[in-house]
T-cell receptor, first 112, second 115 residues
Framework: ELKVEQNPLFLSMQEGKNYTIYCNYSTTSDRLYWYRQDPGKSLESLFVLLSNGAVKQEGRLMASLDTKARLSTLHITAAVHDLSATYFCAVLLIQGAQKLVFGQGTRLTINP | NAGVTQTPKFQVLKTGQSMTLQCAQDMNHNSMYWYRQDPGMGLRLIYYSASEGTTDKGEVPNGYNVSRLNKREFSLRLESAAPSQTSVYFC??????????????FGPGTRLTVT
């Protein structure tokens, strides 16, 4: 059974600081997704990581994937208030119908 | 393109009532999914349809039924609603996508309260 764990689950930080969210998963996969969710809204796709060593960057966010360690990171550089949201990682279960398994989410609050 | 649409956006039911949540996608995707999201948790898969004419149980199927009406539409039915089914329900669809990404696209959600 594929398990996906994120940490931390809650993160409160100041504007201008850097931080990293970690996503660990328990079985082999080479497809990992990061989503952002604002309160009361749906999931917005941030990054799709398709292979070992993949790194993608968009603005102040950078995501990476290490399939050997079964670990993905989402790094926030010089945080701004607009990045406050809940961030989810999800891993593709490659057997069968290619289902997504989600982490619990990291609620990020960035204070001015 | 509207992407993935869901109706209704909000619903309040009494225990024992039934209802159907509707989902449609206009991206010509083969696979469609129903998830529920409870506070403090990620999304959990209820049912999915890998292609038109097929449906399978996900992680939390009890109390739900689904119908893949055609390639565009995938509905979720609660036959006898229970307070434990109070949740936000998301529909998603996908195809192979760019570079076999299998990326899923999500609808806006239905917020269901069962009293």
């Amino acid at each position: 059974e594929l398990k996906v764990e994120q940490n931390p689950l809650f993160l409160s930080m100041q504007e201008g600081k850097n931080y990293t969210i970690y996503c660990n998963y328990s079985t082999t996969s080479d497809r990992l997704y990061w989503y952002r969710q604002d309160p009361g809204k749906s999931l917005e796709s941030l990054f799709v990581l398709l292979s070992n060593g993949a790194v993608k960057q968009e603005g102040r966010l950078m995501a990476s994937l290490d399939t050997k360690a079964r670990l993905s990171t989402l790094h926030i550089t010089a945080a701004v208030h607009d990045l406050s949201a809940t961030y989810f990682c999800a891993v593709l279960l490659i057997q069968g119908a290619q289902k997504l398994v989600f982490g619990q989410g990291t609620r990020l609050t960035i204070n001015p | 393109n509207a992407g993935v649409t869901q109706t209704p956006k909000f619903q309040v039911l009494k225990t024992g009532q039934s209802m159907t949540l509707q989902c449609a996608q206009d991206m010509n995707h083969n696979s469609m999914y129903w998830y529920r999201q409870d506070p403090g948790m990620g999304l959990r898969l209820i049912y999915y349809s890998a292609s038109e004419g097929t449906t399978d149980k996900g992680e939390v199927p009890n109390g739900y039924n689904v119908s893949r009406l055609n390639k565009r539409e995938f509905s979720l039915r609660l036959e006898s609603a229970a307070p434990s089914q109070t949740s936000v329900y998301f529909c998603a669809s996908r195809d192979r996508g760019y570079a076999n990404s299998y990326e899923q696209y999500f609808g806006p959600g239905t917020r269901l309260t069962v009293t």
